[in-house]
């Protein structure tokens, strides 16, 4: 059986069990080490701009300070990402309980925003293939490992846990021919 080729790049990365456990990694993902912050999709970078208005009272005066000095983004067309703060903290993190939140995300769920947050990380810890064809692989990150136990301990598996995510990336056809397949065996064409 094949996987759907649409959206992963192999089968064994649609077939990982992972469920972030935030309790343990405190939000990792939003504060890994590095010059540079979540890549961006060029057609996010407007709907980062409008949703900035809803997010900025969540942000510490510190981030706040750094997007003013150096702005919310940084590189060029087809390569940018977020700014960092210290190169560690995405700058658009708040923390909540010693766990690191991304405001974007806080302000969509409170019905503030329509844009929830940059692709790359709602998909994470899966990042899209770069070489154009967009399928998804699995980025293993240490502080992860939680998740992975968590997932492996719920059974459940990836494709799952990420429904929306891939639904927003794929559609929901892709992902419905996805879970047929992985659920049931079922080839999709």
């Known amino acids: 059986m094949t996987v759907n080729k649409k959206i992963f790049a192999e089968r064994?990365?649609?077939e990982i069990?992972?469920?972030?456990?935030?309790?343990?990694c405190k939000g990792?993902?939003?504060?890994?080490?590095?010059?540079?912050?979540a890549p961006l999709a060029d057609d996010e970078i407007d709907e980062m701009y409008k949703a900035f208005p809803a997010v900025k009272k969540y942000l510490s005066?510190?981030?706040l300070a750094v997007i003013g000095k150096n702005g919310m983004i940084q590189g060029d067309k087809g390569n940018y990402a977020?700014?960092?703060?210290?190169?560690?903290?995405?700058?658009?993190v708040y923390f909540e309980n010693g766990i690191a939140k991304c405001s974007f995300e806080k302000a969509f769920l409170n019905g503030e925003s329509k844009w929830r947050k940059p692709l790359s990380c709602h998909l994470f810890p899966f990042r899209q293939?770069?070489?154009?064809?967009?399928?998804?692989?699995?980025?293993?990150?240490?502080e992860c490992e939680p998740a992975l136990k968590r997932g492996t301990r719920e059974?459940?598996?990836?494709y799952k846990f990420l429904k929306e995510a891939l639904?927003?990336?794929?559609?929901?056809?892709?992902?419905k021919e996805l879970s047929q397949e992985l659920e049931h065996g079922v080839d999709s064409v």
């Open 12 to 14: 064994s990365n649609a």
């Open 17 to 24: 069990n992972f469920v972030c456990d935030f309790a343990q």
């Open 28 to 37: 990792a993902c939003c504060t890994m080490k590095g010059a540079r912050g």
């Open 61 to 63: 005066k510190e981030h």
């Open 82 to 92: 977020t700014q960092c703060v210290h190169e560690e903290a995405c700058v658009f």
């Open 129 to 142: 293939s770069s070489n154009g064809n967009r399928k998804v692989f699995f980025e293993y990150i240490r």
């Open 155 to 158: 059974k459940i598996p990836v």
């Open 167 to 175: 639904v927003r990336a794929y559609g929901e056809q892709p992902y």
